[in-house]
């Protein structure tokens, strides 16, 4: 089993950044992709990005390609989203998934003002 925790979700004005942090535990060395995924007030959750655990490949919803940025540390079993030009649109809460065997962390909110 994998663990994560989510942080850095918090409140920023529109055009603002904010960069999440997901630090995994456990069983870690069963990871081979990570992700970001987000679900905002009365929609269903969706994928933000994902990146490969071991090559770096990094894979983006369209909503977000040019403004996210995901990465890792591997040493550090964390993965960051580095998260510019926010927009009011971008405003869930933020959660991380281990794969191939899914685990979710508890999530972070973020909410972009207008």
């Known amino acids: 089993q994998v663990q994560l925790v989510e942080s850095g979700g918090g409140l920023v004005q529109a055009g603002g950044s904010l960069r999440l942090s997901c630090a995994a535990s456990g069983r870690t060395f069963s990871i081979s992709t990570m992700a970001w995924f987000r679900q905002a007030p009365g929609k269903d959750r969706e994928f933000v990005a994902r990146?490969?655990?071991?090559?770096?490949?990094?894979y983006y919803a369209d909503s977000v390609k040019g403004r996210f940025t995901i990465s890792r540390d591997n040493p550090k079993n964390t993965v960051y989203l580095q998260m510019n030009s926010l927009k009011a649109e971008d405003t869930a809460v933020y959660y991380c998934?281990?794969?191939?065997?899914?685990?979710w962390g508890q999530g972070t909110q973020v909410t972009v003002s207008s």
């Open positions: 990146i490969n655990w071991s090559g770096g490949s990094a």
């Open positions: 998934q281990s794969g191939p065997v899914y685990s």
